[in-house]
């Protein structure tokens, strides 16, 4: 399994690229998930950032092989936390 | 009307067909004698059937004008002092959530109409699809006015203080526009959980008038159900909604700690944009609604909507999250 580290990272600019943040913005503030909805310009509704969580789910699967199951989490929520979920279930190391 | 119903929600795959498989207008243009439908192939009927709007809303009209059923008179024949503790709270609880079917019901009309006239000169067929959607939200609309009256007008005879001014107008807050299909599955699916919830207090009532409400609002929701399925489907069929759409509200509805759950769930959502009915139910109203059975029918309703509407077959919300992410790819 890839480093944790290198695993963060890896989560943290994939939820930047898919909500359309700069990182110093969305990881900087440690913005909510409330915060994150209002303020990217790509995301309507929790329905929409749930897709972003899909989709960087389906990268890890490609690029690691590593299936993460997506959280059910409140609105707010702070984006760190959601990382340090994603990182919790990579290391739970279920396979794709 | 009431019994159908509760076999209905109760039984969906001995049931199945009667409540989905709809034969649409195949039987011929003229007869008014013919059974009124929801038409279950609504894009086909536009765009293969050449079905005009006027012949479709006459179709809806019918349907509406058979069903119609009386909410005062069944509101004064029912006897509060027949009623038990928790009907009382059922009864109450199911005002405050109607409350907010208005709000829904304009929010779905005003997105109707801007997308019908978005896909006029691209997809005539899918814009008049979507104009029998707005345009049957009026029926809509008006139905769900019968349950909010009732129940809240009965709660006031049974002694719970009228509900403020204040109140009614935050009750009335416009939901946020989203994706149509988005919007449409997701009224498919929470008609659906609101059949099963009517269907689980009817059965444990015991006074007639009650019961009898409780079944004819529960049969409502059904039809409201398989006229968004058909709507929904009619989306999906024309290609310019992707079913990923309806898998997303799927999901968001099945998944461990989802909307299903309604106010049973451990952390509901504050919102200032406008309020949920199932994130309001009262303590008794609440409980019964995610007993394990009424779960499980609600589970059951929204996988065959689904399918219905996608024409994708999912057995558990597992393989709607699969197959969702799989929709969505990277």
Redesign the interface.
């Known amino acids: 399994m890839a480093e944790i580290d290198e695993l963060k990272n890896f989560i943290c600019r994939k939820f930047s690229e898919n909500v359309g943040l700069e990182p110093e913005e969305l990881f900087g503030r440690d913005l909510s998930l409330a915060e994150v909805i209002t303020r990217s310009e790509r995301l309507?509704?929790?329905?929409d950032l749930?897709?972003v969580f899909?989709?960087c789910?389906?990268?890890l699967r490609?690029q690691y092989g590593i299936r993460v199951?997506?959280p059910?989490l409140?609105?707010d929520t702070p984006i760190s936390r959601v990382v340090e979920l994603f990182v919790q279930e990579c290391q739970h190391g279920r396979a794709a | 009307m009431g019994t159908a119903f509760l076999h209905q929600v109760s039984n969906v795959g001995a049931h199945e067909r009667r409540l989905f498989e709809l034969s649409g207008l195949s039987e011929g243009r003229s007869g008014s004698s013919r059974r009124p439908v929801v038409i279950a192939e609504l894009y086909r009927a536009f765009r293969e059937e050449g079905r005009t709007l006027v012949e479709i809303l006459w179709e809806q009209h019918r349907f509406h004008e058979a069903r119609r059923w009386n909410a005062v008179e069944l509101v004064e024949s029912v006897r509060p002092e027949h009623l038990t503790e928790l009907d009382r709270l059922v009864v109450w609880s199911a005002g405050q959530a109607e409350m907010t079917a208005k709000p829904s019901a304009d929010r779905m009309t005003r997105l109707a109409d801007a997308e019908c006239r978005r896909w006029q000169g691209k997809d005539d067929a899918l814009a008049s699809v979507i104009q029998a959607l707005g345009s049957w939200s009026r029926y809509w609309n008006e139905e769900e006015s019968h349950h909010e009256m009732g129940f809240t007008q009965l709660s006031l005879q049974l002694g719970f203080p009228p509900p403020s001014d204040a109140t009614v107008i935050d009750y009335r807050k416009i939901f946020p526009d989203d994706d149509l299909l988005r919007t449409v599955a997701m009224l498919s699916f929470s008609e659906g959980i609101a059949a099963v919830n009517y269907g689980q207090y009817a059965r444990h009532v015991r006074e007639p008038a009650l019961k009898a409400l409780l079944k004819n609002v529960g049969a409502d929701e059904v039809q409201h159900m398989q006229y968004f399925i058909s709507f929904s489907k009619a989306l999906v069929d024309s290609g310019a909604y992707p079913a990923k759409e309806a898998f997303a509200v799927a999901h968001l509805f099945l998944r461990e700690g989802g909307e299903l759950y309604g106010s049973a769930r451990e952390h509901v959502e504050s919102r200032n944009t406008h309020t949920n009915w199932w994130d309001h139910l009262g303590d008794g109203a609440g409980e019964a609604a995610v007993t394990p059975e009424a779960l499980e029918r609600k589970r059951s309703l929204i996988l065959h909507a689904l399918k219905r509407i996608t024409g994708i077959s999912c057995a558990t919300p597992q393989e709607v999250e699969d197959l969702w992410m799989d929709l969505v790819g990277e």
């Open positions: 309507k509704n929790s329905v749930m897709e899909a989709k789910s389906n990268t490609k199951r997506l059910a409140s609105l």
